[in-house]
Structure formats: C-alpha cells, structure tokens
C-alpha cells in the first residue's frame, strides 16, 4: 500500500494502512504545512508564521528544529516520503510511485477527470472518496483555521465537479436528493444553484426548477443586490425556451484581440513572470477565474509585465484578449466602468445600438457573452475596487489581471484576487534591463558606469528607462550628471516618461493626512519604521495613523514587509523629502521631537526589562512621545530591540546632529544590554562613541564615567585592546578625581577583562579591588559580579580551589537577587572547573543548566561558549554524537557572530572529534 499523508481529514501519516506517531498537534501542524507545499522549499519563517502565528517567542526556532528532527525520525523507513533540508528551509519530498499526499492526489485526479469526459465521473467518485471528514482536523490556529475554510472550498468544487460529470450522463435524477441538501447549505452558491435546475430539469420537474430559479434570483438580489450571472441565466434561459419553443438569441461571435504590443526591452522579472503563472494554474485546478492585481508605486513595470506576460500566455485564451486603460493616475478623471464595458461589447460583437444604456445592463450582458468563453481580461491602471467589480466576466473559464498603483482590498477580500505587490528590479534583472536598451556589448564596456547607473536608478524600470533613453556616448558622463541634479535628472518632458511626474501623480491623489504622513516618513531614522514610530512621527493616534500609512500602502507610495515594518523605495523617499520641505519648520521639527523621545523612551523602559540591575545614573530618564509602547516582558523588549536594530543607530545620529546629548547617551545605555546578548558588537562600539561624545556636553561626571567604561568594553570585545585600556584608565582616573566608588569598581573590573590573557595577575589585581568596593558599598549584585570576576581570573592562574569558593559565593548573591544572566555565568565557570577536574558529568549537568538560563536570556555570545565548552565535555566522555551537536550549534552562533578565531578553533575540533582533547580553561 505504500505510503499516505492525509490531509482531508486527520492529519496522519499511513504506512501500509497503519498509521505513525506524529507527536503533539503543533508537530503535526508542521508537517501539514510542508505537506500542502510538497516538494517546495518552506522557509523556517514561514513555518513558524503558519504553526505558531502570533504565539512566536524568540525561543521558536529551537522548538522548531526540535519538531522537524522528530519528523524526520518518525519517516525514516516510510516508502518515498522523506523530509529534507534546503538551502532556507525544508521540504517534503514524495516519490509518487511509492507514496502519496491525499490532497495532492485528489487534485491529480480532477485534473485527470477535465481530460478524461468519459472517464471523470470514476476519477471523480475517487478523488471525493479521499475526504474522510473537515481538512486539518485536530490543528488550530489562524492558518489553520484560514486554510481548513480554503479546503473546504475545494472539497465543494470536487463535489460540483462530480455532480457535472453524473449531469452530463443524464443522471440527473439520481442526484437531485444530494444536490437539494448543498442547495439548502450554499444557497448563495451560483454553481450549486445551476446544477439543481438541471437536475431537476433531468428527473422531468422543469416547472420545479423554474420556482427554484425564482428563489435564488429573489435571496441573491435580497442578500448580495445583484441578479444571477451569466451561467444560471443562460441556463434559465434554455428552461424557459424549453418550455415555450421560442429560441434565445445572441449576438455575432466575434473573437477581440486588443492587447497592446508586448515591450521589445523587457528584462527581468522572472519571479514576477512564475507568480502571475501559478495564480493561473491555481485558479484553473480550483474551477475558478483568475483574478490578479499587480500592484506597485509608479515606475516600476506593471503594465509593461502583464502584457510581456500575457503575450507567453495567448494559448490559454483562444477566445480572445480585452485590453482598457482605465485611467485611474492620469491627469483626468478615470474611465467610467460604463465606458470600458462599451468598448467590450463591441469588441465582442454587439452592435453599438443594441447595448444597454445602463452600466448593470451592460455588465450583465458582458458576463452573459462571456460565460464558457476563455477569455483573458487586462485592466490596466485601475483606480478602485469599484470600478474593477463591473468589468469583471462571468465564467472560471476567464482570466483577469489588474494593475494598480493601489492594492484593491476589496477585490482581494470579496473576490478572492491574488495580489502580486512588485518591488524593484534586482541587480541581474537591471542590468539585463539596461543591456536590452543600450546593448550587451557597450554595458560590458561600460560595467562600472552601468552597475553605477543602475544604483542611483535604484532599481525603478522607468527611470533605468527615461536615462537610457538619454545616455550619450559615455555612460560615466550620464552617472556624474546625475549625480549632481538627483531626483531633476529623472525628469523629462513627456509626463508618461518622467519619474517626478508619476509620482506627483500620486501625491495629488492623497488626502491632506496622507499627504503630511508622507512627507513626514521622509524624516524618520533608519530604513524603515514600525506602525507606532510612524504614528508619533505623523502625531496622530494609533488608529487614524494605520488607516493613514494603508492609504498610502494603497496607493504604493509605502510598502509594507511581513513584519509589519512600512518603508519607502528609495527615490520615492527623496520625492517625500522634497514635499516635506514645503511643510513649516516646526511641524517638522515637532515630528522629529516625537519620534525620538518615543524611540529614547521606549529603549529606556525596554532596557530595564532586559537588565532589572541596571545601576544608579544621574539623569533624567527619557519624556514618552504622544503615543507609548507598553512593552509587556523581557522576551518582547529583546524582540524590540532586533526589530529597530538598525532604527536606533539612526535615532542616534538623528539626536546627536540636533544636538539632543542626553537622548544620545540614553539611547546607547538602554540598547546595551540587548546589543550585548545578540552579539552585534560594531552597534555597542558606534553607540558608545556616540556616548561619549554627546557626555561631554551633560551635566555631572556620571554620564562621561558610564559612557567611556562601555566604551572601553566595546573596544575590547571588538578587538581594540589598546583603546580599551586607554578608555578605561581614563575612567578610573576621572572616578578616582570625583570619589565616584561605584564606576570606579566597574571600570576596574572592566579593565580586568581587556587583561585578561595577557597579564592575568595585574586583572586578578584589579578585580579583588572591585569587589571590596562593592562590597564597602552594599552592593549585593554588584558583589556577585565581584566575586565571579574573581573566580574567572583565580582559575586562568590555576587556582582552582579559590575560583570555586567565588563562583559559589557569586552563585549564592545572584539566586537570592534573581539575576539570571550573573546565575548562568557562575554556573558555567563551576562547569569548567569541574571538566579540568576530571568530573565531566557534573560538568555537564552545570553546563546544561547554564544553557538554559542563557537560551531563555537571548544572551548568543555566552549561548555559543557555554556550547563550546558542552563539547568538550561530552568528548572527554567519549559522547561523540552529543558533541559534534553542541560544537555545530556553537559553530552557528560564532560565524553569526563574525567571531572568526573561535569559529576557526571550533571547526578543528568537530574535525578532530575521536583525537587528542584540548584543554578546557
């Protein structure tokens, strides 16, 4: 029997008729996403999108990897189902000679039936009996949820499929019960609707399916205000004409061919090119019309990839081709949905003079001569939903494809559109572009000046194509002539073919709210901005800001990343810029002032999630902006801080450059902690340089005194030993003029780590002067600190016996004052005492239990030694397995790091596992 990967019911997994073990429902819910994408690659993301939704931790993906090498286990020895690894993610591969996806088969077999008349309705009652009850039973969550409702659809399409095959075998009275009752459950369902006439009409009760009719007409106009389509008044139309003999007649066939010519230059989009396929190939397995938006800002190819596109495509459509240009962003008003459905009349041809007057008339009658027709629809610069719904056809057999420069929400929510958002063009694609204007020969020649070109191009096809279209002899000429005139060189005098002129198109269409937010957004820090950063630079409440940032999302001036991050295409954010100077001083000012106080304050109570010990400083902590983020724990404030990673560098810059000192040193202090534990040691450096510099301007010593210590530790831990020691001995020496005890122990015990290695007497020196101060000063985690340092340094001279009472009075101080990170370094040093001593059991007990701590920190520096040294214990045990796993995470972690020497070292072990064994401290 081989084996089965059931979907349509339970999600199981059947060898030889028996089922396996797939562990808990999240386990399941793993392998049912990697099954419905079999032999496509899934990205760890999108798993964890899918199996965990908003549930995620920063702790995910280490349960995920655990889920996957279960699955793996529990497949291996199946017949043809394994589940592998990729480059970014896993896939299912299937060996359809030895097993099967029942979901995948089911759609094999519909396929099969469309090919096959006189064999579809026994494909068909195959295919239906492979539901054995709801899609996904047993798995919850969104995507879950959304996807069991997708199934469900196609189920029902089965269903329908099964019911046509039985109907055009006069079968009709056979089904009318079956078809009655899923009447009765989608009384909206078109299709459902028609084949219940007919099968009434079979079983000799016409009269009974003309008051059906009735019915459905009357709670369709009711429910949705719209009479029937096409399909079921045709249908209708042929009862009635056999109950009367008088014929129905349509109009002269005519087969339009309107596309417009596709583009010599296209380059590219290869991507783009495979989406608008599959959303064709999903629509034609669903028994569905194609519906697709092609979405982005102006500029960057739509029209010009639909019809390249379409042009590959004209076999699929022997029916025909409609073209419109409705208009939506040019100077005038937009086609009338009356207008283009003129032009499609005629086009298919019926006389102008028998067309409907009314636009519903019109609309009808389109999809009237439309149904059962494989036609392809291109509605090109659409500017609403409502002017699209009109236009469209009214048979599966069609295919529609918008553009826009907004995303049509209603289209996607109430007619089930694909969206395919286009970004710019990649390097390859652009100079592929630029070698279809100019020619390969003079790009090669030219390759600096074109790579050059492309850049401040940014990737946008229109502007590669407005200076194409200008280039001159040399292509260097070009770059430096842009290069001085910006945004201007992309200008021309032909609207259609001028950047600044698309642009300004759309910024004309935006309401006054969405016209400030957009100029505004030019002057946020960093590459991008989450929704409440947006909200306080635009100084509007949450609310009115989201609705605001989809207008213009909309109207692909912003563009939105799976994170939930807005951001701007490069050229489209110098236009903003332009249009925010015609904005007053102060409202730009004020938005600015916002956005950084929200961004200072909200690091400032993030930081204290992360670090509950943070010592005593002498300023004023940050104002909140208007609107506050309320950051719950410390597992969401460190997934703050990776989010807006390169955010608060920018803030920073953007403070210091308005002169905004005690903002810049806040924003490094609370960073700190996060930068620390992510290992993003050049961030600590640049922000502390920072620091420093903005100290020197800030009342009191304290700030200059925390600023240099953390500097002299980025320097260290950057490899910059000898600024280290330099900004460190300056510290002491201003603690030591101030009396300033405190920072005059840290920076001691700072200055002990940048030693250490070197001269490991004059750190020890150092760090037993640190812990009497502390001690002086009744600092228990401070003390903790102290006596860990000690013990660190007492170890490195081999005095074993010393280390070990420091670390477990240090082990003592940070249990009692719940410090979790000095917990999981005590730990981890008695670790490596007791693998130096030969105990390596209780090494690892202590290791393991230091892992833990650190994992649950997000610390991956310290995650990554505590690994290292793992590995060596389980070796001296001669656990080969446990060790190549721990040295290959430690590995990871290092490279992702850039902690070169001991991502060297560690690859010599895994290396060397079985040889000699080095030692541990």
């Keep these: 029997m081989g084996t089965v990967v059931r979907l349509l019911g339970e999600v199981d997994v059947l060898v030889n008729g028996r089922p396996v073990d797939l562990g808990t429902p999240r386990q399941r819910c793993v392998l049912a996403v990697l099954a419905l994408e079999a032999g496509q ?14 549930d995620a931790t920063a702790r995910t993906r280490t349960t995920l990897h655990g889920y996957i090498s279960r699955l793996r286990a529990v497949l291996t020895g199946t017949d043809g189902v394994t589940l592998a690894r990729r480059s970014g993610g896993y896939v299912l591969v299937t060996d359809s000679e030895l097993s099967t996806v029942d979901l995948l088969r089911c759609r094999e077999l519909r396929a099969s039936a469309r090919a096959d008349e006189e064999g579809a309705m026994a494909l068909l009652t195959e295919a239906m009996g492979l539901w054995q009850g709801e899609a996904l039973t047993g798995l919850k969550g969104e995507w879950a949820e959304a996807e069991r409702e997708r199934l469900e659809r196609e189920h029902l399409a089965t269903a329908q499929d099964l019911a046509d ?67 079921l008044q045709e249908l209708h139309c042929r009862l009635l004409t056999t109950r009367t003999g008088r014929p129905v007649r349509s109009p002269r066939s005519a087969v339009p061919r309107e596309l417009r010519a596709a583009p010599a230059s296209f380059a590219g989009r290869v991507g783009d090119i495979h989406r608008l396929d599959a959303i064709l190939h999903a629509a034609k397995a669903g028994g569905s019309m194609m519906l697709a938006v092609v979405r982005g800002t102006g500029g960057l190819g739509k029209t010009w990839l639909v019809l390249h596109w379409a042009h590959r495509r004209l076999d699929r459509f022997p029916d025909g081709q409609l073209f419109v240009d409705l208009g939506g962003f040019g100077a005038g008003a937009p086609m009338t949905p009356a207008a283009a459905l003129f032009g499609f009349l005629t086009a298919l041809g019926v006389e102008p003079g028998s067309i409907p007057p009314d636009p519903h008339g019109r609309s009808t009658l389109f999809r009237t001569l439309s149904a059962g027709k494989r036609l392809l629809v291109v509605l090109d610069n659409a500017a609403g939903t409502d002017q699209v719904v009109p236009l469209l056809p009214g048979s599966a057999s069609c295919a529609v494809v918008v553009t826009s420069r907004k995303g049509l929400a209603g289209l996607v929510a109430a007619h089930d559109a694909r969206s395919v958002a286009l970004g710019v063009l990649p390097a390859g694609d652009v100079r592929e572009l630029l070698a279809a204007r100019l020619g390969a020969a003079r790009v090669d020649a030219e390759r600096e000046a074109a790579d050059a070109l492309a850049g401040l191009c940014g990737g946008l096809p229109l502007a590669l194509s407005v200076l194409a279209g200008r280039a001159g002899a040399r292509l260097s000429a070009l770059v430096e002539e842009l290069r001085e005139s910006g945004l201007d060189g992309l200008a021309d005098d032909d609207p259609a073919a001028s950047l600044p002129a698309v642009l300004s198109s759309s910024y004309d269409a935006l309401t006054e709210d969405q016209a400030t937010a957009f100029g505004l957004l030019a002057l946020a820090p960093g590459p991008d901005s989450a929704p409440a950063a947006a909200a306080n630079l635009a100084g509007l409440p949450p609310a009115h800001a989201r609705a605001v940032l989809r207008g213009l999302e909309q109207m692909s001036l912003l563009e939105q990343d799976p994170d939930g991050r807005y951001r701007m295409h490069d050229l489209v954010r110098a236009y903003a810029a332009e249009t925010a100077r015609t904005l007053p001083s102060g409202v730009r000012d004020a938005a600015v002032r916002r956005v950084l106080d929200f961004y200072a304050h909200t690091a400032y109570h993030a930081g204290l999630l992360l670090d509950t010990h943070r010592g005593p400083v002498d300023l004023t902590p940050p104002e909140p902006g208007p609107h506050v983020l309320d950051l719950p724990d410390a597992e969401a404030a460190m997934v703050w801080f990776e989010a807006e990673r390169a955010t608060l560098l920018a803030a920073q810059d953007a403070a210091a450059s308005r002169d905004r000192h005690e903002t810049v040193w806040w924003l490094a202090l609370s960073s700190d902690t996060a930068r620390q534990r992510r290992g993003h040691r050049h961030d600590r450096l640049a922000g502390w340089r920072a620091a420093v510099h903005a100290a020197t301007s800030l009342p009191g010593t304290a700030p ?41 122990g840290h920076a001691h015990q700072t200055l002990a780590r940048t030693l250490e290695g070197h001269d490991d007497e004059l750190a020890l020196t150092h760090v037993l002067y640190a812990l009497r101060l502390f001690e002086d000063l009744g600092l228990p ?47 981890d040093w008695l670790g490596r005492l007791e693998h130096d001593a030969g105990n390596h059991a209780e090494a690892i007990r202590l290791h393991g239990r230091a892992l833990t701590l650190r994992r649950g920190l997000g610390h991956l520096p310290a995650s990554a030694e505590t690994l290292d040294h793992l590995g060596l214990s389980h070796t001296a045990l001669g656990r080969t397995d446990e060790a190549r796993k721990a040295w290959q995470e430690a590995l990871e972690l290092y490279r992702g790091q850039s902690r070169d020497e001991e991502a060297e070292r560690v690859e010599q072990q895994l290396g060397g596992l079985g040889a000699a064994r080095p030692g541990h401290i």
């Design 704 to 744: 200059e005194l925390v600023a240099r210590r953390h500097l002299g530790r980025a320097c260290a831990a950057s490899g910059l030993p000898e600024e280290a020691v330099w900004q460190l001995r300056y510290a002491i020496a201003l603690a030591e003029d101030h009396d300033d005890r405190y920072e005059l």
């Design 781 to 827: 985690v401070c003390t903790a600190h102290g006596h860990n340092a000690v013990g660190r340094h007492a170890a490195r001279l081999g005095d074993h016996d010393t280390a070990r009472g420091h670390f477990n009075a240090a082990l003592t101080l940070h249990r009692d004052h719940g410090n979790t990170a000095g917990e999981a370094g005590s730990l």
């Design 41 to 54: 690659v899934v990205r760890a993301d999108r798993l964890i999108e899918r199996v965990w939704g908003a």
């Design 165 to 231: 095959a039985r109907l055009r075998l006069g079968l009709g009275e056979d089904v009318v019960d079956e078809l009655a009752a899923r009447a009765e459950a989608h009384p909206l369902d078109e299709r459902t609707a028609g084949q219940f006439l007919l099968a009434l009409h079979q079983a000799g009760r016409t009269g009974e399916a003309l008051d059906q009719y009735r019915r459905v007409r009357a709670r369709l106009i009711e429910e949705l205000g719209t009479d029937p389509g096409p399909a």
